[in-house]
């Protein structure tokens, strides 16, 4: 039960009048700062899941990081098909070394609501891994959205 029932004179109109002020004002809030922190997969859920355009196919989005893992910039690489989305490391660090980033974070949704990875989710991050540490571009986390995040690094596969 939310607090906003428990408040004489709030019905459900006026609470959902409420919750969407707050989220309101916590976007422009970000918005106005200009970054974002990064600290843990659900942050890049909160983050990525307002930003990826829809959720019919698999689109497959980088944040890049400065050195505080603030936010400079976010860039969708890939669009693909309901199940399935091709990346290759040339779109992926391209903005990245563009951008002077310190670190990036790889994001993709699963249209099916599973957010499990694939063998290919975890064959593309191990290539896409192994070339930042050519780059020097650090690769953080892969963050794969579906109802829950799944992160590549709190699992341990990173």
Excluded: W
């Excluded at 975890?122 to 780059?135: P, S, V």
């Amino acid at each position: 039960m939310s607090i906003y029932y428990k408040i004489k004179g709030l019905g459900d109109a006026k609470t959902q009048q409420i919750k969407a002020l707050f989220g309101f004002i916590k976007k422009y809030n970000l918005a106005k700062k200009g970054k974002f922190p990064v600290r843990t997969a659900n942050d890049v859920f909160e983050y990525a899941s307002q930003r990826l355009p829809s959720n019919d196919k698999e689109h497959f989005m980088v944040l890049h990081l400065d050195s505080k893992n603030m936010i400079i910039k976010d860039e969708i690489v890939s669009t693909g098909i309901l199940n399935a989305s091709m990346v290759h490391p040339r779109e992926v660090f391209k903005s990245a070394i563009k951008e002077s980033a310190n670190a990036i974070i790889l994001v993709h949704n699963h249209p099916s609501g599973d957010p499990t990875p694939s063998e290919d989710d975890r064959k593309i991050t191990k290539i896409l891994c192994d070339a930042g540490k050519l780059l020097d571009i650090k690769l953080l986390d892969h963050v794969i959205i579906g109802d829950t995040p799944y992160s590549f690094k709190e699992s341990g596969e990173i």
